[in-house]
């Protein structure tokens, strides 16, 4: 894949208005937000504030500890109403790939009425287009690399504490640059990111080597779980029993379904996990190119990218056991 991101002037444009109008700015990253969409959130406010705006950063999810290393990290509004939320002008939604993922709307349905302007910023395939201005590439390798051409057309110098930010979210969404989606311009972007200051070192330490004792022990209960199905689909899970007992969060499972891909037999795999609020959260990667993951998370009403797509559905996790007979 040698994929380049192309955008909409039209969109870009509309953004660019949008953001000079405005003065109070609010940006949501997803529920259970990981490196792109933290790093966007935080290279976005960092870009706005040179702007002399006045900006908010919001995720209805804790921001996870290894995260909070980028500028902002550990400064996230979680919980929101509808009357502070009409203190902005402005709402700029980052790396979420269908409107559902704000979550917020699930409590303040205004949210997403467009009385306050939307900018809808992401690279997910399902992307449902909830923006008044949206700033797409279905395609591209990570919303922060979607970021870097708009913060080009938007004429933004990119500062140290912004390019590690990006960085974080490339390096994240590209499974380190192992991912088929690390192309040409993946890697040159990360050059110069590089050139602008970016602690590689840093993104590296906290989101790939920063693991404890109990991280490692859910990570091997993942794996040793792992089955291959009749449908050549590798299948595991993590239930809430687990994350208890290791006194654990979903997120701490980041990073392991990688593993998981990396079986040649399998179509794709899957690694189902309670979510300690109800629901079940499904992961889904691939190596193969004939299998389209965001339609199969689309039929449980979740989306993503061809080759790496998730869902969320209300419920629980049974064990099924089956014993067979064997005659002598």
Same mark, same amino acid.
């Given at each position: 894949?040698n994929?380049?991101?192309q955008?909409d002037i039209d969109?870009?444009?509309?953004? +660019?208005d949008?953001?000079?109008?405005?003065?109070r700015?609010?940006?949501?990253s997803?529920?259970?937000?990981d490196?792109d969409s933290i790093?966007?959130?935080s290279?976005?406010?960092?870009?706005?504030e040179?702007?002399d705006?006045?900006v908010?950063?919001?995720c209805a999810?804790?921001?996870?500890?290894n995260?909070q290393?980028?500028k !902002?990290g550990?400064?996230?509004?979680?919980?929101?109403?509808w009357?502070?939320?009409? %203190?902005y002008?402005l709402?700029?939604?980052?790396? *979420?790939g269908?409107?559902?993922?704000v =979550?917020?709307? %699930?409590?303040?349905?205004?949210?997403?009425? =467009?009385?306050?302007?939307?900018?809808?910023?992401d690279h997910?395939?399902?992307?449902?287009?909830?923006?008044n201005a949206?700033i797409l590439?279905?395609e591209? #390798?990570?919303?922060?690399?979607v970021?870097y051409f708009?913060f080009?057309f938007?004429?933004v110098?990119?500062?140290?504490?912004?390019?590690?930010?990006?960085l #974080? $979210?490339? !390096?994240?969404d590209t499974?380190?640059f192992?991912?088929s989606?690390?192309?040409s311009e993946?890697l040159?972007?990360?050059s110069?990111?590089?050139?602008?200051g970016?602690?590689?070192?840093?993104?590296?330490?906290h989101?790939?080597?920063?693991t404890?004792i109990?991280r490692?022990k859910?990570w091997g209960?993942a794996l040793? +779980?792992?089955?291959l199905n009749?449908k050549?689909v590798?299948?595991?899970?993590i239930t809430?029993?687990?994350?208890k007992?290791?006194?654990?969060e979903p997120?701490d499972l980041?990073?392991?379904?990688?593993?998981?891909?990396s079986?040649?037999?399998?179509k794709? *795999?899957?690694?189902l996990?309670?979510d300690?609020?109800?629901n079940?959260k499904g992961? *889904? +990667?691939?190596?193969?190119?004939?299998?389209d993951?965001s339609?199969?998370? $689309?039929?449980?009403?979740g989306? $993503?990218h +061809?080759?790496?797509?998730g869902?969320?559905?209300?419920?629980?996790l049974?064990?099924e056991?089956?014993k067979k007979i064997?005659?002598k």
């Amino acid at each position: 894949m040698n994929h380049r991101i192309q955008l909409d002037i039209d969109e870009l444009k509309k953004a +660019r208005d949008l953001i000079a109008q405005s003065s109070r700015v609010l940006i949501i990253s997803h529920r259970n937000p990981d490196a792109d969409s933290i790093g966007a959130n935080s290279s976005v406010r960092i870009a706005l504030e040179s702007m002399d705006k006045t900006v908010s950063s919001a995720c209805a999810d804790p921001v996870p500890e290894n995260l909070q290393f980028m500028k !902002y990290g550990d400064q996230f509004l979680q919980d929101l109403t509808w009357q502070r939320i009409q %203190e902005y002008d402005l709402i700029i939604t980052v790396d *979420c790939g269908a409107h559902y993922l704000v =979550k917020y709307h %699930e409590t303040i349905p205004q949210i997403l009425s =467009k009385e306050i302007p939307i900018i809808n910023i992401d690279h997910h395939a399902s992307n449902d287009l909830f923006g008044n201005a949206n700033i797409l590439d279905r395609e591209g #390798a990570s919303t922060t690399l979607v970021l870097y051409f708009f913060f080009k057309f938007l004429g933004v110098e990119v500062n140290t504490d912004m390019a590690t930010s990006m960085l #974080a $979210g490339l !390096y994240f969404d590209t499974g380190s640059f192992k991912h088929s989606n690390t192309s040409s311009e993946v890697l040159a972007v990360t050059s110069h990111l590089m050139h602008k200051g970016a602690d590689y070192k840093l993104i590296v330490n906290h989101l790939f080597k920063t693991t404890s004792i109990n991280r490692l022990k859910l990570w091997g209960r993942a794996l040793s +779980r792992a089955r291959l199905n009749d449908k050549d689909v590798l299948v595991s899970n993590i239930t809430e029993e687990d994350l208890k007992e290791l006194e654990l969060e979903p997120n701490d499972l980041s990073g392991v379904i990688d593993y998981l891909n990396s079986t040649p037999d399998s179509k794709f *795999c899957i690694l189902l996990t309670e979510d300690m609020k109800g629901n079940i959260k499904g992961s *889904c +990667r691939t190596l193969r190119d004939d299998v389209d993951l965001s339609k199969i998370a $689309g039929v449980f009403g979740g989306g $993503g990218h +061809r080759k790496a797509a998730g869902f969320t559905i209300p419920g629980h996790l049974e064990e099924e056991v089956v014993k067979k007979i064997k005659i002598k």
